[in-house]
T-cell receptor, first 117, second 114 residues
Framework: AQKVTQAQTEISVVEKEDVTLDCVYETRDTTYYLFWYKQPPSGELVFLIR??????QNEISGRYSWNFQKSTSSFNFTITASQVVDSAVYFC??????????????FGKGTHLIIQP | KAGVTQTPRYLIKTRGQQVTLSCSPISGHRSVSWYQQTPGQGLQFLFEYFSETQRNKGNFPGRFSGRQFSNSRSEMNVSTLELGDSALYLC?????????????FGPGTRLTVT
C-alpha cells in the first residue's frame, strides 16, 4: 500500500518569502512516479510536475523547484519569491509504475499555502 | 487543445436517489480516472478506465460504478445516495496505457446530498 504524508496542514508567509512544502511517501514498489498538483480556490487540480523514481535530479521551473531524495523518501517543493497568486492548496501524490497507470494517484492531505501581501 | 470537461458542475440530490456524472477527456487521451474529494478523507481514487475497461477500483462500495465509451468519454454513477457522498468528484484523463503520464484534471462536479 502507498502512503503520502504532507505534515504541514497550513503555511502562511509574506509575499516574496521563499517557502518549502514537505512531502514524504511510503511505497513497496521499486519503481513509481511522484507528482505535485496545485488546487486554487476554483477547485481544479493543476499539474505541476511528474518525477520518475529513477531520476533523482532536482528540477527547477521558474520560481518552482523540487528536491527528490530517495534515501529519505521525500519530494519537497520550494517556491522562491512567493507571490499572492501562489496561494492555493498543494498536493503531493504517488503512483506505482507496475499498474501502467491503472492504480490511480495516492494523494497526501495537502498543504494550504497562504501568501499574504 | 480543450481540457477535461465535466458535467454538470453542481448537483443537489436527495438521499436515496441516484446520480450520473459525465467526463470528457482531453482529445487523444484514453485513460480516465475518477476521484472523490471530501474535507475529511481528502482525495481518494475511485476507479480507472482504459479502452472501455475498468482496470482498477479504489476502496468504495458497489454503489459507485462507472463506464467508459468508445470515444473515451466516461460516466460514473452513484446509486442510493447517502449524505456522506457529498463531495467534489474529479475526473482526470491521461495518455497512459502501459506508461505513466501526467493526469490532467477537470473542474469537478460538486455533489450535495440532502
Amino acid at each position: 500500500a502507498q502512503k503520502v504524508t504532507q505534515a504541514q496542514t497550513e503555511i502562511s508567509v509574506v509575499e516574496k518569502e521563499d517557502v518549502t512544502l514537505d512531502c514524504v511517501y511510503e511505497t513497496r514498489d521499486t519503481t513509481y512516479y511522484l507528482f505535485w498538483y496545485k488546487q486554487p480556490p476554483s477547485g481544479e487540480l493543476v499539474f505541476l510536475i511528474r518525477r520518475n523514481s529513477f531520476d533523482e535530479q532536482n528540477e527547477i521551473s521558474g520560481r518552482y523547484s523540487w528536491n527528490f531524495q530517495k534515501s529519505t523518501s521525500s519530494f519537497n517543493f520550494t517556491i522562491t519569491a512567493s507571490q499572492v497568486v501562489d496561494s492555493a492548496v498543494y498536493f503531493c501524490a504517488l503512483m506505482p509504475n507496475s499498474g501502467g497507470g491503472a492504480d490511480g494517484l495516492t494523494f497526501g492531505k495537502g498543504t494550504h499555502l497562504i501568501i499574504q501581501p | 487543445k480543450a481540457g477535461v470537461t465535466q458535467t454538470p458542475r453542481y448537483l443537489i440530490k436527495t438521499r436515496g436517489q441516484q446520480v450520473t456524472l459525465s467526463c470528457s477527456p482531453i482529445s487523444g487521451h484514453r485513460s480516465v480516472s475518477w476521484y472523490q474529494q471530501t474535507p475529511g478523507q481528502g482525495l481518494q481514487f475511485l476507479f480507472e478506465y482504459f479502452s472501455e475497461t475498468q482496470r482498477n477500483k479504489g476502496n468504495f462500495p458497489g454503489r459507485f460504478s462507472g463506464r467508459q465509451f468508445s470515444n473515451s468519454r466516461s460516466e460514473m454513477n452513484v446509486s442510493t445516495l447517502e449524505l456522506g457522498d457529498s463531495a467534489l468528484y474529479l475526473c482526470a484523463s491521461s495518455l497512459t496505457g502501459r506508461s505513466i503520464y501526467e493526469q490532467y484534471f477537470g473542474p469537478g462536479t460538486r455533489l450535495t446530498v440532502t
